[in-house]
T-cell receptor, first 114, second 115 residues
Framework: DVKVTQSSRYLVKRTGEKVFLECVQD?????MFWYRQDPGLGLRLIYF???????EKGDIPEGYSVSREKKERFSLILESASTNQTSMYLC?????????????FGPGTRLTVL | AQSVTQPDIHITVSEGASLELRCNYS??????LFWYVQSPGQGLQLLLK??????LVQGIKGFEAEFKRSQSSFNLRKPSVHWSDAAEYFC?????????????FGTGTRLKVLA
């Protein structure tokens, strides 16, 4: 069964802390994505990656960075967490085709920044 | 600009009743179209997708969707809703714009099912 896992389901951090959200997929997919989900706003793309060491900005990259050192792992980094980054974070992956296919999602990480 | 609209934020239906969730997109051509479901505390799961061909597509869990080019719509339907269908539903499109592919999600419709 295909699987996307995220390192934490719930996370509580303090303002100014550096936060790492990890995502791992076991499907050998080339594409990986990070979204944030907020009520009434749907899913908004933060960053995506089409290959190892490759990254592209999405619609709301400010305040975030990413790392993809291995094909199966895509990390989202909040350099200095702020309260407006409190949200649900979803990781997804898809096979090669530059996104022209189903995306497979992890269960999400609910991050609270105090 | 390209966009996806789900006009209903919340929908409540009784168990056994029929369901239709609306989705409209704004794009100059026909994009790839998807419906996803998100159960409470879970990630999104694909229900069905449309790329080309027959405009009525069948998905998992008894759902179907119909693509109507003239209306730029891709509405999701189910003839008889079960209590387990209570979830949030997202329409998404995959299109080519500004030299790159973009995957755009609607804002979601939350379905409540009354016993």
């Amino acid at each position: 069964d295909v699987k996307v896992t995220q390192s934490s389901r719930y996370l509580v951090k303090r303002t100014g802390e550096k936060v790492f959200l990890e995502c791992v997929q076991d499907m050998d997919h080339e594409n990986m994505f990070w979204y944030r989900q907020d009520p009434g706003l749907g899913l908004r793309l933060i960053y995506f990656s089409y290959d190892v060491k490759m990254k592209e900005k999405g619609d709301i990259p400010e305040g975030y960075s990413v790392s993809r050192e291995k094909k199966e792992r895509f990390s989202l980094i909040l350099e200095s967490a702020s309260t407006n980054q409190t949200s649900m974070y979803l990781c997804a992956s898809s096979p090669r085709g530059q996104g022209r296919d189903e995306q497979f999602f992890g269960p999400g990480t609910r991050l609270t920044v105090l | 600009a390209q966009s996806v609209t789900q006009p209903d934020i919340h929908i409540t239906v009784s168990e056994g009743a029929s369901l239709e969730l609306r989705c409209n997109y704004s794009y100059g051509a026909t994009p790839y179209l998807f419906w996803y479901v998100q159960s409470p505390g879970q990630g999104l799961q694909l229900l069905l997708k449309y790329f080309s061909g027959d405009t009525l597509v069948q998905g998992i869990k008894g759902f179907e969707a119909e693509f109507k080019r003239s209306q730029s719509s891709f509405n999701l339907r189910k003839p008889s809703v079960h209590w387990s269908d209570a979830a949030e539903y997202f329409c998404a499109v995959d299109l080519f714009a500004s030299g790159t592919y973009k995957y755009i999600f609607g804002t979601g419709t939350r379905l409540k099912v009354l016993a």
